[in-house]
């Protein structure tokens, strides 16, 4: 059975860094491709960044290009969202997701899904 355990959420101020990591049970990271999904009160979730399993290709929604990076430890069968220059938009659960296809951008692809953990930006 596969898990996904999200952890490093918090309460941090505008231009502040969070890293979110996401530890996997059951199966291993270096076969699945990775993401991380979001959703604000009120909103549909939406794609934030996905770490491809065959070449290790990443794809990052335009609101945090050049802000986030996802990254992945395959000895601890992790996987990382670096956050920086936070901002209050960025306020959100952070959901990390898991899929055996060679492509994840959208929710309906994703195969697994982690509880969340809360991110809060203050202004």
């Known amino acids: 059975q596969v898990q996904l355990v999200e952890s490093g959420g918090g309460l941090v101020q505008a231009g502040d860094s969070l890293t979110l990591s996401c530890a996997m049970s059951?199966?291993?990271?270096?076969?699945?491709?990775m993401g991380w999904f979001r959703q604000a009160p009120g909103k549909e979730r939406e794609f934030v960044a996905a770490l491809g399993w065959r070449g290790g290709a990443t794809v990052y929604a335009d609101s945090v290009k050049d802000r986030f990076t996802i990254s992945k430890d395959n000895a601890k069968n992790t996987v990382y969202l670096q956050m920086n220059s936070l901002k209050p938009d960025d306020t959100a659960v952070y959901y990390c997701?898991?899929?055996?296809?060679?492509?994840?951008?959208?929710?309906?692809?994703?195969?697994?899904w982690g509880q969340g953990t809360q991110v809060t930006v203050s202004s």
């Open positions: 997701a898991a899929t055996p296809k060679y492509y994840l951008s959208r929710v309906a692809e994703a195969d697994y």
């Open positions: 059951g199966r291993t990271v270096s076969r699945y491709t």
